[in-house]
């Protein structure tokens, strides 16, 4: 176990690492960890995340009251309290509005195609816990649908949410969830997106096992039985004989131009029929 200097160290350079990467802007963002049994230390509220000191932590109980600190705890406090409830198996809880993740989140996409399998292995799927005002009661009973089955979400027209056993592990997960979601932009700009195979899934199932990765449930296919996302990592996975990666007939596998190299086809198209 850290120490509480540590602890609070710890939070400083992860919330410097996240207003570089322009995961947050301005005060966006909080980022919490387990002190003892029945403490929590905090980001506080209005301060940008990528200036903060160690000093300007906060101190809560399980219930959200102070116990120390001259700043009031982060205004997703209710969030956090939340998912340590309901995940006493972690020890670290962040949030943050990743551009490209959030983006998924406003379009209404959630991740979780079967694309790539180290983001299987480790996240399984990422859904979108339905939309929320921010910093109410309303985003904690959201995410609580998602967060006993999933170690990250989406919240819907807002960001992203991680957990981990301790803060960096809940940080790199929000790094693995960006960059997937950068992944998955490219992949569905150029116009296709080669899904993984249901029996290659359930090899990569386990795998989890064989490396000892932790995943708060199993991962499992769309239309299969167990497709409950309170108890399962649902993703999208196709049934193939003989090949282990099946091209997606997703709808939004187009190919976008923009206007003047659509102008510019029209022509060609018409020049050839002169
Ligand atoms: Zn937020």
Do not use: W
């Amino acid at each position: 176990m850290s120490s509480e200097s540590q602890l609070r160290a710890d939070i400083v350079e992860i919330g410097r690492r996240m207003y570089m990467r322009g995961y947050t802007a301005s005060n966006d963002g909080n980022i919490s960890v387990r002190l003892g049994s029945d403490r929590l230390l905090m980001t506080p509220k209005s301060v940008c995340k990528g200036f903060m000191t160690p000093d300007m932590m906060c101190i809560t109980d399980l219930d959200g009251r102070k116990l120390q600190g001259d700043r009031d705890p982060s205004s997703e406090m209710l969030m956090h309290l939340e998912v340590y409830r309901q995940r006493p198996d972690m020890q670290a809880v962040v949030h943050a509005h990743p551009p490209t993740a959030t983006g998924f989140a406003v379009a209404g996409i959630p991740l979780n195609r079967a694309v790539l399998a180290e983001v299987l292995t480790t996240l399984g799927s990422i859904p979108i816990a339905e939309y929320a005002t921010p910093s109410t009661k309303e985003l904690p009973d959201a995410v609580r649908k998602y967060i006993k089955a999933h170690d990250g979400m989406l919240l819907a027209n807002h960001g992203a949410l991680t957990v981990g056993t301790d803060l960096y592990a809940a940080y790199y997960k929000m790094e693995t969830i960006e960059h997937f979601a950068h992944i998955s932009l490219v992949a569905r700009m150029l116009g296709r997106e080669n899904l993984i195979s249901r029996d290659e899934v359930d090899r990569l199932q386990g795998l989890r096992d064989t490396y000892g990765i932790k995943a708060p449930a199993p991962i499992c296919a769309i239309d299969e039985v167990m497709r409950d996302q309170a108890n399962c990592q649902v993703v999208e996975s196709p049934v193939s004989i003989g090949s282990r990666l099946v091209p997606s007939d997703n709808p939004e596998g187009e190919i976008r131009l923009t206007y003047r190299e659509l102008q510019q086809l029209i022509e060609d198209a018409i020049r050839s029929l002169r």
